[in-house]
């Protein structure tokens, strides 16, 4: 197994993975069709903006298996540009979703009239400036080949390059009740940071 720096053909196969690994986030279910398409679009507003943060895990035949993307907090709106250039085909999918009675849609669509609530459970990054911290996206690998300390180099790639990016700071959030994650989170050095409500947890490492 090897990790390189991602390119821009590396896309659909982040999105394969990216749906395998969450197939329950809503970020699966609105940009998963069409072949991950959307998805594909999402994480190529990272790549464009900083390459030096996005990785893939590979086999022998050049097979993704596995990928870690971040950015940097004083350098955001990849979100708000991907939902900009496909506001048609994203508002589309989630009033489907809405329709369907789908509740994470519904959730998603409330926080755009109510500020989330933050609960902060470690204060050290309170007089840090952004220009100091980095966030770590998204980091996963395919269920069939965990448990072999993959995610593991997949995170201490990124790290070592948000350091060498003059970052001091990584932050990463998941889901509430992804146990997984936070599992991987506290083996690789992070520590809760703050939560919202009840639907997702961060937490920071210190570079």
Not at 29 to 47: M, Q, T, V, W
């Amino acid at each position: 197994m090897t990790i390189r720096q991602a390119t821009y053909e590396d896309l659909p196969g982040i999105a394969r993975i990216h749906k395998i690994c969450f197939p329950d986030y809503l970020s699966t279910k609105i940009g998963g069709a069409d072949n991950g398409k959307l998805l594909s679009r999402f994480y190529r507003e990272f790549l464009e903006d900083c390459p030096e943060l996005c990785f893939v895990l590979i086999d022998d035949s050049n097979q993704i298996l596995g990928f870690s993307v971040g950015y940097y907090m004083d350098r955001p709106g990849h979100q708000e540009r991907y939902i900009s250039k496909n506001r048609w085909t994203v508002a589309r999918r989630l009033l489907w979703l809405m329709l369907k009675g789908d509740m994470q849609a519904w959730s998603k669509f409330m926080l755009r009239f109510r500020k989330p609530v933050y609960y902060i459970i470690d204060h050290r990054l309170d007089d840090v400036p952004m220009s100091e911290v980095g966030d770590l996206l998204s980091c996963c690998v395919h269920p069939d080949h965990r448990g072999k300390g993959y995610s593991g180099m997949l995170v201490d790639t990124f790290l070592k390059s948000m350091k060498e990016q003059g970052r001091k700071y990584c932050l990463s959030s998941t889901n509430f009740d992804n146990k997984g994650a936070k599992g991987m989170f506290t083996h690789n050095g992070f520590v809760p940071y703050r939560k919202i409500g009840n639907l997702s947890f961060t937490y920071v490492c210190e570079l």
